[in-house]
C-alpha cells in the first residue's frame, strides 16, 4: 500500500469483508459437499437395484422329476449313444416329448409346460454321459421353464404359481446357483440363456482393439510430440484428432459399415470388424491422453539424456516413454472403458445378430455384452428381465477386473522424480 | 592475451593461474563471430573465444546476457530449441562442430554437460551412471561397466556416499549429491570438455564448495567451461573469465585481470556490483 494512511485491520468494513471471504469458503464448502453426496446416492440407487434385480438371473429354480426311460417314446440305440455321434443321436430325439409325458405324469396335466429348454439339454447332455440311465427308471433335478421360474421368484400367471404351490407342497422345487447363466450363450427361451458367448465375443473385441489401437495411438502421440515439425501441418492433424475424439460413436459404426465391410468386404459381425471399429474410436482418446502424458517429462530429462550423446531415438524411448507410460495407461484405461461399454457402433456392422454358439476366434460370428443386454432388454419374454440385470451385473464385473488390471499396471510402472 | 606473458618461465605453482601455456597453443575448442537467433530476436552477438583443455573458463554476466546460450552452443544443445539458428564457426580439436559433417551424438559424448538444475535420471545411482557408457558400447563386459560407474562416482566424488546404496534411486540423493551424481555421469563416458551451466545455483553453501572442490580437480584432465551468476565463484574456480553483457561478449581475460584491473568499464561495474 502506498497510501498514507495507515491499514485500519480492525475497522468495520475489514472486518466485514473477511466474514464475507470466510462464508464464501463454508458455502463452497457445502456446495462441493453436496455435490458428492448426491453422486454417492446415485450410485448407491444404481447398485442396489442392480444387484437386486440381477442377483435372481444368477440363481434358477429346478424341479424334481421321476421318469421311467423303459416306459417313455424315446427310442435310442445305446450302441450310437456310445459312439462319438451320440451328442446329434439325442437332439433329434423327442427329449421335449419325453419331458412333457413325464412331468404330466407326475404332476397332472397342468404341469405338461413345466420344463423348457433348459431342461431339454440338461437330460440331452445326462443321457450322453451316461446312456445308462435309459434302461430304468430315474428321479432328475432339472430346470423349470422360465415362466415358472418367474412366478417361484417373484409374481407370475395364475397357472404358474398354482403349479409352483404344488411343486412346494411335494417339496419337489429347489433353487439353486445357475451354472448355465455363465456357461450358455443367447437362446429363445430366457432359461436358457447366457453370457458366455457375448463375454467371449467381448474378449475378442477388445482384444482386437487393443492390439491395434495401443500401439498406434501411443506410437502417433510419440511422433506428434517428440519428432514432428511444428507447422501447419502438424496442427491441422491435432486439431482432427481433438475432433475425432468427440465423434459420436456411431458415426464409427457407419465408419466401420462402409470401410470394413462395404469397401474391404470382411466378415459381418465378427469380433475383428467390431474391434477395428472400436480401435478407430479409442485411438484419438489414446494420442490425447499420450500426448499429455508426453508433454509432462520434465525437459530437463531429455537434456540429460542427450547430454550424454543419446539420440533423439534413445532419448523418446529409454526416458520420456518409461516416464510417460502411468499416463498413458490412464487414457487407455479410460479409452477401452469406453470401448467395452460401447453398443452403437456394433449395432451398425451387424453385431446384434441372434447368436447361440459361442465364438472360437476373431473372424466368428459373435455379440458383446453391451448389445446382449440391449437385446435382452428388448425382449418381450418376462424372463428376461432378471437376465438382462444379471448380464449388467457381469459387465460391470468385466469392467472392474479390467479396471484393477490396468490400474495395477499403471503403479507398477510408476516411478516418481 | 598480452604479449608479455609468452616469456614467463618459472610458474608459481599454487596459484592455479600462474601456469601459462605458450600462446601458439591449440586451443580445445575455439569459437568465431558465433551469434545465436532465436526466431528474429539476437541472443548472441558476433562472440569469438578460445577455450584451453586445461583450464577452467568461467562465463559471467547479468541474467539473460546470452552466457547459457553460447555454453549450449558448444555442444550444440540448441539444435533442440526449434527456433534458435546459430551463425558463425565453432571448432573442437580444429574441425567445425556446426557443419552437419559432425555427429551430433558423438560431439556430446566429446563435450558433456551438466546443468543448472540437478537431473538425474529416476533410475538407480547405477543407472544414472552406466546410462552413457552403455549407450555408446564403452564396455565389453558387466565388470568393465562396473569399473566405470567405481571410478566416474569415485572422480566426482561421490563414491565413498553411495557406494552401498547403488540400486537406490538417483533422485533420493541430496541436491548437491545429485549435482554430482549428474557430474559422475558425465564423465563416465570420457569427455575431453565439460560444460557447466551454473551446477551450483541450486543447492546450498556447503554442497556448492564441494562442487567447486570438485572442479578443482577434474581441471587438467578435461577442459571446463562453466557458466556462472556468482562473481566470487569465477575468481574462486576459473583461470580464464569471459564477461558477457547484452549478448556481446564484453571483455575475455585472465580471471586475476578481469577482476583486478578489466579493460572495459562495463566489467568494472559489473565486478564492483554497480549492476547486475
Known amino acids: 500500500m502506498n497510501s498514507a494512511a495507515p491499514n485500519r485491520w480492525t475497522a468495520d468494513a475489514m472486518r466485514k469483508r473477511v466474514r464475507r471471504r470466510y462464508s464464501s469458503e463454508r458455502w463452497f464448502h457445502a456446495v462441493g459437499l453436496g455435490a458428492v453426496a448426491l453422486s454417492v446416492l446415485f450410485l448407491a440407487f444404481l447398485l442396489t437395484t442392480m444387484a437386486a434385480k440381477g442377483f435372481g438371473g444368477f440363481t434358477q429354480y429346478e424341479a424334481r422329476l421321476p421318469i421311467d426311460f423303459a416306459r417313455s417314446d424315446l427310442f435310442l440305440d445305446p450302441a450310437t449313444l456310445r459312439g462319438p455321434e451320440a451328442a446329434q443321436t439325442v437332439a433329434g430325439a423327442d427329449i421335449e416329448g419325453t419331458l412333457t409325458k413325464a412331468a404330466s405324469a407326475a404332476y397332472g396335466p397342468q404341469a405338461a409346460e413345466l420344463f423348457g429348454d433348459a431342461a431339454v439339454n440338461r437330460l440331452s447332455s445326462a443321457i450322453v454321459a451316461n446312456p445308462d440311465i435309459l434302461k430304468g427308471q430315474s428321479t432328475l433335478w432339472l430346470p423349470v421353464s422360465s415362466k415358472v421360474d418367474v412366478a417361484a421368484k417373484t409374481k407370475g400367471d395364475d397357472k404358474s404359481e398354482a403349479l409352483v404351490n404344488a411343486l412346494e407342497q411335494r417339496q419337489s422345487l429347489r433353487r439353486t446357483f445357475n451354472t448355465g447363466f455363465l456357461t450358455a450363450s443367447d437362446s429363445t427361451d ?54 475425432l475424439a468427440a465423434v459420436p460413436s456411431i458415426i464409427f459404426g457407419l465408419l466401420g459399415l462402409a470401410v470394413f465391410l462395404n469397401t474391404m468386404n470382411l466378415t459381418r459381425s465378427a469380433p475383428i470388424v467390431g474391434g477395428m471399429t472400436l480401435a478407430l474410436m479409442t485411438m484419438p482418446v489414446i494420442v490425447i491422453a499420450g500426448r499429455n502424458a508426453i508433454k509432462t517429462v520434465p525437459p530437463s530429462i531429455r537434456d540429460a539424456a542427450l547430454g550424454v550423446g543419446a539420440s533423439k531415438m534413445q532419448v523418446t524411448f529409454h526416458h520420456v516413454l518409461p516416464l510417460a507410460l502411468p499416463g498413458i495407461l490412464t487414457g487407455t484405461i479410460i479409452g477401452m472403458a469406453r470401448a467395452l461399454g460401447e453398443t452403437a457402433p456394433l ?54 477386473a479390467m479396471n484393477g488390471l490396468a490400474i495395477y499396471l499403471r503403479n507398477r510402472f510408476e516411478q516418481r522424480w | 592475451m598480452t604479449p608479455n606473458h609468452s616469456t614467463i618461465t618459472l610458474p608459481k605453482p599454487e596459484v592455479a593461474d600462474a601456469v601459462e601455456p605458450p600462446v601458439e597453443r591449440n586451443p580445445k575448442m575455439s569459437a568465431e563471430s558465433v551469434s545465436v537467433f532465436y526466431g528474429d530476436k539476437q541472443a548472441l552477438k558476433d562472440v569469438s573465444i578460445k577455450i584451453y583443455d586445461d583450464r577452467v573458463t568461467a562465463f559471467i554476466g547479468p541474467s539473460g546476457c546470452g552466457k547459457s546460450t553460447f555454453l549450449r552452443c558448444l555442444n550444440r544443445m540448441n539444435d533442440t530449441i526449434p527456433s534458435a539458428r546459430v551463425t558463425g564457426k565453432i571448432e573442437l580439436d580444429g574441425k567445425d562442430i556446426t557443419s552437419t559433417a559432425m555427429d551430433v551424438v558423438q560431439l556430446r559424448a566429446r563435450v558433456g554437460m551438466v546443468f543448472q538444475k540437478p537431473n538425474p535420471f529416476p533410475k538407480s545411482i547405477f543407472e544414472n551412471v552406466a546410462y552413457g557408457p552403455r549407450i555408446h558400447g564403452l564396455s565389453s563386459s558387466k565388470s568393465e561397466l562396473d569399473g566405470i560407474v567405481e571410478s566416474s562416482l569415485k572422480r566426482a566424488g561421490l563414491w565413498d556416499e553411495v557406494k552401498d546404496r547403488l540400486s537406490e534411486s538417483g ?106
Open chain 2, 171 to 276: 533422485t533420493a540423493l541430496s541436491g548437491g549429491q545429485q549435482q554430482r551424481l549428474c557430474i559422475a555421469r558425465a564423465i563416465a563416458v570420457d569427455p575431453e570438455v565439460i560444460l557447466m551451466d551454473e551446477p551450483c545455483s541450486a543447492l546450498d553453501p556447503i554442497a556448492t564448495a564441494k562442487i567447486e572442490e570438485l572442479i578443482h580437480e577434474l581441471r587438467g584432465r578435461y577442459a571446463i567451461a562453466i557458466v556462472t551468476h556468482n562473481m566470487q565463484q569465477a575468481a574462486r574456480v576459473s583461470q580464464r573469465t569471459a564477461f558477457f553483457h547484452l549478448g556481446e561478449m564484453v571483455e575475455y581475460g585472465k580471471t586475476s585481470e578481469i577482476f583486478t584491473n578489466p579493460r572495459e568499464q562495463r566489467t568494472q561495474d559489473y565486478i564492483t556490483g554497480r549492476y547486475g
Open chain 1, 190 to 243: 430366457p432359461s436358457a440363456v447366457g453370457v458366455w458367448g457375448a463375454l467371449k465375443g467381448t474378449f475378442f473385441t477388445i482384444l482386437v482393439t487393443m492390439l491395434l489401437a495401443f500401439p498406434i495411438g501411443v506410437l502417433a502421440a510419440v511422433y506428434l510430440e517428440e519428432f514432428a515439425p511444428r507447422n501447419r501441418w502438424t496442427d491441422m492433424i491435432e486439431v482432427s484428432i481433438n475432433n
Open chain 1, 347 to 400: 449395432l451398425m456392422i451387424g453385431m446384434r445378430a441372434f447368436v447361440a454358439a459361442p465364438p472360437h476366434g476373431i473372424t466368428d460370428p459373435a455379440t458383446v455384452l453391451p448389445v446382449q443386454i440391449f437385446l435382452w432388454s428388448d425382449e418381450v419374454d418376462r424372463g428376461f428381465v432378471e437376465k438382462t440385470s444379471a448380464a449388467i451385473i457381469v459387465l460391470l464385473l468385466f469392467m472392474l
